[in-house]
């Protein structure tokens, strides 16, 4: 088992930047596939964005691409979300993802298997 920790959010104005980071323990990341996903107070969780286990392969929901990067360094145990051009929108409480085995259905929350606790992003208009 895998546990992930986030970290990196906080209040941000539009238009601006924040970088989420998710550090693991207890197992190394780089055989993990990973993904960050958030909810919105009254919606589900959603997916936001995919990485495969060497970074090769990358998926970004339609809401936050061109806008949003994630990456990983494996060598650090840590995955990151770069997020640019914040909205109002994009306030939510995000969490980082992972799954051991490959799985085309990267984008289904019920994929993942090992989840964060989460951390609030408040986007101010």
Not at 27 to 55: C, D, H, N
Not at 90 to 102: M, S
């Amino acid at each position: 088992q895998v546990l992930l920790l986030e970290s990196g959010g906080g209040l941000v104005q539009a238009g601006g930047s924040l970088r989420l980071s998710c550090t693991a323990s207890g197992r190394t990341l780089s055989s993990y596939y990973m993904a960050w996903f958030r909810q919105a107070p009254g919606k589900e969780r959603e997916f936001v964005a995919f990485i495969s286990t060497g970074g090769g392969t990358t998926d970004y929901a339609d809401s936050v691409k061109g806008r949003f990067t994630i990456s990983r360094d494996n060598a650090k145990n840590t995955v990151s979300l770069q997020m640019n051009s914040l909205k109002s929108e994009d306030t939510a409480v995000y969490y980082c993802a992972a799954r051991k085995l490959y799985s085309i259905a990267w984008r289904r929350k019920e994929n993942y298997d090992q989840w964060g606790q989460g951390t609030q992003v408040t986007v101010s208009s």
